[in-house]
């Protein structure tokens, strides 16, 4: 049996709002349709997650709420833990989990990007440039699919991953 992690970074934040601290900045006009949009395609995909991890910064669950608006009931955490988490320390949440096969991470740069890179491991080399290097940058509102050739989540480490699909924002144009 394998697990699956969908990985989305926030959407593209409103740094317009200078007198709020970088935990609660909100969503830009262009985030709040990004956020829609990776919505509509993980739903017409069928990239349905049975839980979501969400850091607790305004802008990730600004980019959570279309999402929860077409699956209020998958069980979801809300955590501070993930707010600028490193992918160790995102690994560990994750290990913690026990009975979910597909879960949706929504979290934040450089943390996501280096948890994908490290998932994937030697994998990378199967990819194009153009993708190693949009997957590096991880920009705001893309989405990562990544399958993991484990049977429970405490068994996940760096290297067991496979990148099943990687979407951003202007993919979806």
Same mark, same amino acid.
């Given at each position: 049996? $394998?697990?699956?992690?969908?990985?989305?970074?926030?959407?593209?934040?409103?740094?317009?709002? @200078?007198?709020? @601290?970088?935990?609660?900045?909100?969503?830009?006009?262009?985030?709040?349709?990004?956020?829609?949009?990776?919505?509509?395609?993980?739903?017409?995909?069928?990239?349905?997650?049975?839980?979501?991890?969400?850091?607790?910064?305004?802008?990730?669950?600004? $980019?959570?709420?279309?999402?929860?608006? $077409?699956?209020?009931?998958?069980?979801?955490?809300?955590?501070?833990?993930?707010?600028?988490?490193?992918?160790?320390?995102?690994?560990?949440?994750?290990?913690?989990?026990?009975?979910?096969?597909?879960?949706?991470?929504?979290?934040?740069?450089?943390?996501?990007?280096?948890?994908?890179?490290?998932?994937?491991? @030697?994998?990378?080399?199967?990819?194009?440039?153009?993708?190693?290097?949009?997957?590096?940058?991880?920009? $705001?509102?893309?989405?990562?699919?990544?399958?993991?050739?484990?049977? @429970?989540?405490?068994?996940?480490?760096?290297?067991?991953?496979?990148?099943?699909?990687?979407?951003?924002?202007?993919?979806?144009?």
């Amino acid at each position: 049996m $394998t697990k699956n992690l969908l990985i989305l970074r926030h959407a593209k934040s409103n740094w317009n709002e @200078n007198d709020v @601290n970088d935990h609660e900045r909100g969503l830009n006009q262009r985030g709040f349709e990004n956020s829609k949009k990776i919505a509509e395609f993980l739903e017409e995909n069928k990239f349905i997650p049975d839980h979501i991890l969400c850091s607790s910064a305004k802008r990730a669950l600004l $980019t959570l709420d279309p999402i929860i608006k $077409t699956w209020n009931e998958i069980p979801r955490n809300i955590s501070d833990e993930m707010y600028l988490a490193s992918p160790e320390i995102i690994i560990s949440i994750i290990k913690k989990q026990k009975k979910y096969s597909q879960i949706l991470l929504i979290g934040h740069n450089p943390g996501l990007a280096g948890l994908v890179l490290k998932l994937i491991g @030697n994998n990378i080399e199967k990819l194009n440039e153009d993708l190693k290097y949009s997957i590096s940058k991880f920009p $705001t509102c893309s989405l990562a699919k990544i399958s993991l050739n484990i049977k @429970n989540w405490s068994e996940l480490r760096f290297g067991v991953g496979n990148l099943e699909e990687f979407i951003r924002p202007k993919d979806l144009e």
